[in-house]
T-cell receptor
Framework: GQQLNQSPQSMFIQEGEDVSMNCTSSSIFNTWLWYKQDPGEGPVLLIALYKAGELTSNGRLTAQFGITRKDSFLNISASIPSDVGIYFCAGRGYKLSFGAGTTVTVRA | NAGVTQTPKFQVLKTGQSMTLQCAQDMNHEYMSWYRQDPGMGLRLIHYSVGAGITDQGEVPNGYNVSRSTTEDFPLRLLSAAPSQTSVYFC???????????????FGPGTRLTVL
């Protein structure tokens, strides 16, 4: 089956810190997506990646499509309080699968 | 544009009751889908549609029905609610066709359903 593992499950970060989270798959993916979900809202697309090795930025966010096509990571630079939320990765192999999410809490 | 809208925002049902969760989008997207979100399990696909008149099952379709009579609307029906269907339900839409962008889904704000 198409298993997708996201880590860490949760993290506390200090304002101003750079942080990283990642997703790994048991299968090769041809697309990786990163979403953020604020409390009580639906997920919002942050970054979409379509080529192995691709590195894409969106403001303070940077994501990479792993060269093996089985992993992706998301970096947040210079964390601020509004970075609080749940970050989901999603990948498409034969179907689109979502990770369980990384809950980010910022210490002011 | 309002984007993807969902109603109701909250709902409490008794076991055995039926109801319809509404979803609408005003972006002329061909692809629409329904997900459920449960703690620690990510989003799981219930049903999806690639265009008006076409629907198909996702990963967890049992107990749910859908129809797509227009491009804009994609309602989800719970036939006989069970406690296992307590969850947060999200509707999403995206561009259809062969372009990669059908992966880039826009989500609604969700419906929080409790079945007693």
């Amino acid at each position: 089956g198409q298993q997708l593992n996201q880590s860490p499950q949760s993290m506390f970060i200090q304002e101003g810190e750079d942080v990283s989270m990642n997703c790994t798959s048991s299968s090769i993916f041809n697309t990786w997506l990163w979403y953020k979900q604020d409390p009580g809202e639906g997920p919002v697309l942050l970054i979409a990646l379509y080529k192995a090795g691709e590195l894409t930025s969106n403001g303070r966010l940077t994501a990479q499509f792993g060269i093996t096509r089985k992993d992706s990571f998301l970096n947040i630079s210079a964390s601020i309080p509004s970075d609080v939320g749940i970050y989901f990765c999603a990948g498409r192999g034969y179907k689109l699968s979502f990770g369980a999410g990384t809950t980010v809490t910022v210490r002011a | 544009n309002a984007g993807v809208t969902q109603t109701p925002k909250f709902q409490v049902l008794k076991t055995g009751q039926s109801m319809t969760l509404q979803c609408a989008q005003d972006m002329n997207h061909e692809y629409m889908s329904w997900y459920r979100q449960d703690p620690g399990m990510g989003l799981r696909l219930i049903h999806y549609s690639v265009g008006a008149g076409i629907t198909d099952q996702g990963e967890v379709p049992n107990g749910y029905n859908v129809s797509r009579s227009t491009t804009e609307d994609f309602p989800l029906r719970l036939l006989s609610a069970a406690p296992s269907q307590t969850s947060v339900y999200f509707c999403a839409s995206s561009y259809g066709g062969l372009a990669e962008r059908y992966n880039e889904q826009f989500f609604g704000p969700g419906t929080r359903l409790t079945v007693l």
